[in-house]
């Protein structure tokens, strides 16, 4: 079956980054996988988002129109793709700036990520990375090693310390999670 | 056996192939042919290893006539393909014959983008102030007030100086001389030839059955007559007070300063990249 | 007989001086080659290229297709090769084709605008024989339109974008495999028939990633111009042959031969003869129409027993494919016929599926391209049999909108 996830927020949240690094992370783990994106011309602002499927099987179509998952970093993003989500979807959102949630899934993650990552890592640059690791060890839809890997293989040398230190942030952020 | 410049040209034409040449009578585009072929026979190149590239307009016809390399184009476009055959082969002489219309109108990005690079080609423009081809409409060089088909109440238009828009966008050599001068033009070329880098000529040419007709200049030996006497060498402008100078053809060769060609430039630049084991 | 160049493990393009360097080149090449990787669609198309033998790229930046280039100018110079960023598209494609005639295997990558801009100098590397590739990786038009959204809406303009009869080799993969296999194959079959052929890819397909593993250079058939044998007072730049295939000199090597895109005889000189003009434009149509065979690729998926028939190309055939495998799952009998060359298109199959099926669903992200070209092939059903879905809005068609076609006329 595929599983599919769907990263979504603003330009320059470093959303389609993530999703690379989601999918090299599924390629590690030799599973097929797809990662599409959408955004607009402009590379900061406006809608983005990206698209990762993964599966055991072959992916045909390679937009997620059904998710398992959905991360939403932003109000806008939140409000346009929640209907998408499956029943059993997992939605995990970053509470910095989704303050209303029109249905609550029952499977709602909520952090305020944004703010998280200002104050613990000093810098809102990681908040893709942290939310992307809180992503991975809730939805256990690849393994922690295979994301640093991927992290290690994808970020440039000079960031890689603070990626990792957020990476390991969200896997923390995650197994302290109470609903 | 004497030399005979007639010789020298027909040994390097397509004489058994595409002759009777389009140009009318009086024309001033064999006499450029025949400073290039004399140009380049006194500097005893290779004509394997030149390649005359062409766009649209009567100059341009002059690739089919010559026992070269010779890729006629599309309208425009000849510094364009020439950028990618000189890439391709750098060692090769690659001459561009051009028109007024053609390198300075419809292929103006063209010529100053690779002024700009500085890449070694050999850009001959053949400057009638006419499109000649399709009967006399109005160039980018036809003057103010001069007639043509498109401007059958006189030209309301600046003109462009070919010469000045080349240096402005960075051209390295730059000459300007008329067909009446064909020694001063052979010997131009053989010095553009000869140089490492962009090269414009700007060869002020006689039109007679079209702009001449058009703009009542007499017939073509009138039109030489005003070329000989409305035109000072480069060498003698300094010497003569300014209203002496004022409307005149500037003839010589008005810049000639080396730097960085554009191939020799990407040449090092793979080495260097080379030398970087492709990291 | 064509050259059939098996490859070496050495770079493509021209010999480096420093054999260490080469060494140094190889490992890098068989150390990507061996792995199995992320990969995006634009990076398979350079990479395809670079296994190619391509050592030559002009080209313009333009979204959607700018990392080509951009990749390009980072492995070409590695190999010798050469890059260039042009001043406009009309420099790109004339440059390339320039430097094929002087021996490089050349190639550009586009997008809508820009070519619509190469569109003359596309038809002047076809009337010149001239092998170079376009690939143009479509975007949502007219004009500047939605430069990140996805639209099949160059298809009829890949065959009749420039003036006058031209015929096209246009292919058109739907994964990022396909699009390294098919950029490798555009400039072979650009070699072997001396043509520009162009490779349409979707917005969605070039900035897509996908799990893929590239063969070895072993494994990949590269293809090259065959060269004249003849002396140079022998060689004719248009020779006849009975495939219309005939070998390329290039300047520089002592032929010294003429190129025009006016109107020319066999040896490339103008003329105005009605006879020679008409030659040679029957020259031009006969080398696709008399190899049509070697030409057309297609994909046949579910076919042998489908009552229904999908028939798209690029992205929205894998939209076609997940409606498939639901329709399946409920009984449908329902497949997919999917040209990988569009263009010469493929009226056989097109004919034959036609005469198999009771319906037949043309999804495209157009207002109507595709369908044309089936219903041209309609000789004696009825029309009703031809069921369009068109989407025209930055969206891609879905699995559920083409499953709800098929579920409405089963």
New interface residues.
């Given amino acids: 079956m595929n599983y599919e996830i769907r990263l979504s927020g603003s330009g320059g949240q470093g959303l389609i980054l993530a999703g690379?690094i989601l999918?090299?992370a599924?390629?590690i783990e030799?599973?097929?996988?797809?990662?599409?994106?959408?955004?607009?011309?402009e590379s900061r602002g406006g809608f983005s988002r990206a698209d990762v499927i993964i599966s055991d099987e072959e992916?045909?179509?390679?937009?997620a129109?059904n998710f398992n998952c959905l991360l939403a970093l932003t109000q806008e993003a939140c409000d346009k793709y929640l209907f998408d989500l499956r029943e059993t979807g997992i939605l995990i959102i970053d509470t910095t700036f989704v303050k209303n949630l029109a249905l609550a899934a029952e499977n709602t993650f909520e952090l305020p990520f944004t703010d998280i990552a200002q104050e613990k890592l000093g810098s809102t640059i990681t908040t893709n990375i942290l939310s992307l690791a809180f992503l991975v060890k809730t939805t256990g839809i690849v393994k922690e090693e295979s994301l640093q890997q991927s992290i290690t293989e994808t970020v440039k040398a000079a960031f890689l310390d603070v990626n990792l230190k957020a990476m390991q942030l969200g896997y923390d952020l995650a197994a302290n999670y109470k609903k | 056996m004497p030399n005979i410049p007639q010789k020298i040209v027909h040994e390097y034409l397509r004489h058994d192939k595409k002759f009777p040449h389009v140009w009318c009578a009086g024309c001033s585009n064999g006499i450029v042919l025949g400073a290039i072929i004399r140009a380049i026979a006194s500097l005893n190149l290779d004509r394997d290893d030149i390649v005359m590239v062409s766009g649209i307009g009567c100059s341009s016809r002059m690739p089919v006539y010559v026992d070269f390399n010779t890729l006629h184009t599309l309208h425009g476009r000849s510094i364009a393909f020439a950028t990618g055959v000189k890439l391709q082969k750098p060692h090769m002489k690659v001459i561009v014959i051009t028109g007024d219309g053609d390198c300075t109108a419809i292929g103006g990005n063209h010529l100053i983008h690779a002024a700009r690079r500085n890449i070694d080609l050999k850009v001959i423009l053949v400057n009638n102030n006419i499109y000649g081809m399709t009967g006399g409409q109005c160039s980018p060089t036809t003057p103010h007030d001069a007639i043509a088909t498109t401007a059958p109440y006189g030209n309301i238009e600046p003109d462009f100086n070919i010469c000045n828009l080349a240096m402005g966008a960075g051209a390295s050599f730059v000459a300007r001389t008329t067909a009446f001068h064909a020694l001063e033009m052979q010997s131009i070329m053989k010095d553009a030839l000869e140089y490492p880098g962009f090269s414009l000529i700007e060869v002020i040419s006689a039109c007679p059955v079209i702009y001449g007709r058009l703009n009542k200049k007499g017939g073509a030996p009138q039109m030489m007559k005003e070329f000989r006497d409305n035109s000072i060498p480069l060498a003698a402008v300094e010497k003569l007070p300014p209203e002496k100078v004022e409307g005149k053809i500037i003839r010589g060769i008005l810049r000639r300063e080396v730097r960085a060609e554009y191939t020799a430039e990407y040449a090092s630049l793979v080495k260097r990249v080379q030398a970087m084991g492709g990291e | 007989m064509l050259k059939k160049t098996t490859k070496s493990t050495k770079a493509p393009a021209k010999e480096s001086e420093n054999p260490k360097v080469e060494s140094k080149l190889d490992e890098l090449q068989n150390k990507r080659e061996r792995k199995n990787v992320l990969m995006q669609g634009n990076e398979a198309v350079a990479y395809g290229a670079l296994d190619a033998g391509v050592n030559f790229f002009a080209g313009y930046p333009i979204t959607p297709s700018t990392e080509v280039a951009e990749i390009l100018a980072t492995e070409l110079p590695k190999r010798g090769g050469v890059f260039i960023q042009m001043e406009d598209e009309i420099a790109s494609i004339c440059a390339i084709v320039g430097a094929s005639l002087a021996g490089a295997k050349s190639l550009t990558a586009t997008s809508g605008p820009g070519f619509s801009l190469m569109q003359e100098g596309i038809g002047f590397a076809k009337i010149t024989e001239t092998p170079c590739v376009v690939v143009n990786v479509q975007r949502l038009g007219p004009s500047t339109g939605m430069p990140t959204s996805p639209a099949q809406g160059d298809i009829m303009q890949a065959k009749w974008g420039s003036h006058g009869d031209s015929p096209a080799i246009v292919l058109y993969p739907d994964s990022v495999k396909e699009s390294y296999e098919l950029t490798i194959r555009a400039v072979n079959l650009s070699e072997k028939y001396r043509t520009c052929v162009i490779l349409l890819l979707d917005e969605v397909l070039g900035h897509m990633r996908e799990a893929v593993q590239l063969p070895d250079m072993a494994n990949v058939r590269v293809i090259s111009r065959i060269k004249p044998t003849v002396p140079p007072h022998w060689y004719k730049h248009y020779d006849e042959n009975q495939k219309y295939l005939s070998p390329l000199a290039s300047y520089g090597e002592g032929y010294r031969f003429h190129v025009t895109g006016l109107t020319h005889d066999a040896l490339g000189f103008p003329t105005n003869k009605s006879t020679e003009a008409g030659e040679m434009m029957e020259r031009l149509r006969k080398k696709i129409s008399y190899n049509i065979r070697d030409l057309v690729q297609i994909e046949s998926h579910m076919m042998e027993d489908a009552k229904i028939a999908i028939f798209t190309a690029g992205i929205t055939s894998r939209a076609a494919k997940a409606a498939i495998a639901m329709a399946r799952h409920e009984g449908i009998k329902v497949g997919l016929l999917r040209p990988l060359t569009i263009w010469p298109f493929p009226d056989d199959a097109v004919r034959k599926m036609l005469r198999n099926v009771e319906t037949v669903i043309v999804p495209e992200l157009n207002q109507g391209q595709l369908i044309h070209e089936v219903q041209r092939l309609i000789k004696e059903k009825s029309d009703g049999s031809l069921i369009p879905i068109q989407r025209v809005n930055g969206q891609l068609i879905t699995p559920n909108d083409i499953l709800r076609k098929i579920k409405e006329v089963s």
């Fill in positions: 690379i999918a090299r599924a390629v030799k599973r097929r996988v797809t990662q599409t994106q959408s955004y607009g011309p992916i045909f179509f390679p937009e129109t």
